[in-house]
């Protein structure tokens, strides 16, 4: 875990009096890459992100608002392919012993597994009343035509100069919450998306910020949630799906804590096969959460709709509303992580605790759970 004795920014310079402070946090991503010599394969790059990174901010010296950021970097960058629970919780914990001492939080990471981590983070920073802002780019920072010094000057701007407690994604010209995007686009500029809930913020020549669809700002102190239970499986469903193979897996292993499915529709599963209904019986009676999602970019589940999909519901199986499969896997393995029995995460899972499911916008703001 990181603490202020042992902060050592990669620029260190005199704050400017009244001006916000920022930790830009760098983990790794295509944003700090170059092509090695050889392959010409994209490869993570301490020296570039150092030297562009800090003539950037050299040039917005003269913006009268724009905050004052240090930077924090990992000895040890990395792809976000290779990210997981553990990567999550130690940036987690490197905000936990900065929180006092800065004003936002930017971190720029790789946008493969990005989704996830801004879930994670969302459901472990409980009673956070700062923005965290998570970016990246799609075209490395030494090409001049790169997308990344927009990213990441607005995202700067925004945790500096925002009241946001919200664990948040910038890309191209939209805030989103965290846990309610995904990344739609391979190869787009503006690679991120919130099928299901509307941007925080849109950027054009003005910021635009929607506050009534902001969470409330907690009146406690922060309380970061670090551990994790990951024993949960994702299957997406195909038609002629042999389950066998899925029945194998849940017969085979006392580990798996729930089972997340991806079907189609609004919940749908094939209504003629009973093989199937058997083998989730089976993970039911394991104690297994059986939750059931959609393939489906937009809209939610609702497992009462159809007969197929009312079988699941009879059976135990649950809703996940319209949460992102990115945001379900991480739900459940925090839910766990915090001891809940199977129960208990089966009802939690289907309450909205970090803004991470939709409800009537026309209360306005959200309410986050305190005993989470």
């Not at 102190?221 to 670090?226: E, F, I, M, R, S």
Request: aromatic share 8%; charged share 20%; proline share 5%.
């Amino acid at each position: 875990m990181s603490n202020r004795e042992t902060y050592q920014p990669v620029t260190k310079t005199s704050q400017p009096e009244g001006r916000n402070q920022v930790l830009l946090i760098y983990t790794g991503g295509t944003l700090g890459m170059l092509p090695e010599n050889e392959t010409h394969s994209l490869t993570p790059s301490v020296q570039i992100l150092q030297e562009n990174i800090t003539k950037l901010l050299a040039e917005q010296k003269a913006v009268e608002d724009f905050p004052h950021v240090e930077i924090y970097q990992y000895e040890e960058v990395m792809d976000s392919s290779d990210m997981g629970p553990s990567d999550w919780v130690e940036l987690a914990q490197v905000i936990e012993s900065h929180y006092y001492h800065f004003d936002g939080f930017v971190v720029v990471m790789g946008t493969d597994t990005m989704a996830y981590a801004c879930s994670a983070l969302s459901f472990m920073m409980s009673n956070l009343s700062k923005p965290i802002i998570f970016t990246g780019s799609m075209i490395p920072m030494y090409k001049g035509y790169s997308d990344a010094p927009r990213n990441l000057l607005l995202s700067i701007t925004i945790a500096g100069n925002s009241n946001i407690p919200e664990v948040c994604i910038f890309f191209h010209s939209k805030l989103l919450r965290g846990n309610r995007s995904v990344k739609l686009r391979s190869d787009g500029l503006d690679a991120f998306d919130s099928p299901n809930f509307p941007p925080l913020a849109t950027a054009g020549t003005q910021m635009i910020l929607h506050e009534n669809l902001l969470l409330r700002t907690p009146r406690k102190p922060l309380k970061v949630l670090t551990k994790f239970e990951s024993s949960v499986l994702v299957i997406r469903l195909i038609p002629g799906f042999q389950d066998d193979t899925l029945g194998f897996v849940i017969e085979n292993t006392d580990q798996l804590k729930a089972l997340v499915l991806d079907l189609y529709g609004m919940g749908n599963a094939p209504g003629r096969k009973s093989s199937l209904i058997e083998v989730l019986k089976k993970a039911i009676a394991k104690d297994v959460v059986v939750a059931i999602t959609s393939q489906c970019v937009q809209g939610s589940v609702n497992l009462k709709k159809y007969a197929v999909g009312r079988r699941l519901h009879e059976i135990g199986a649950i809703s996940t509303n319209d949460m992102t499969v990115e945001s379900i896997s991480t739900k459940l393995a925090f839910l766990f992580g915090q001891g809940f029995t199977s129960e208990e995460v089966k009802k939690l899972l289907q309450r909205n605790i970090r803004g991470e499911i939709t409800e009537d916008l026309s209360l306005g703001q959200y309410n986050a759970l305190s005993m989470l």
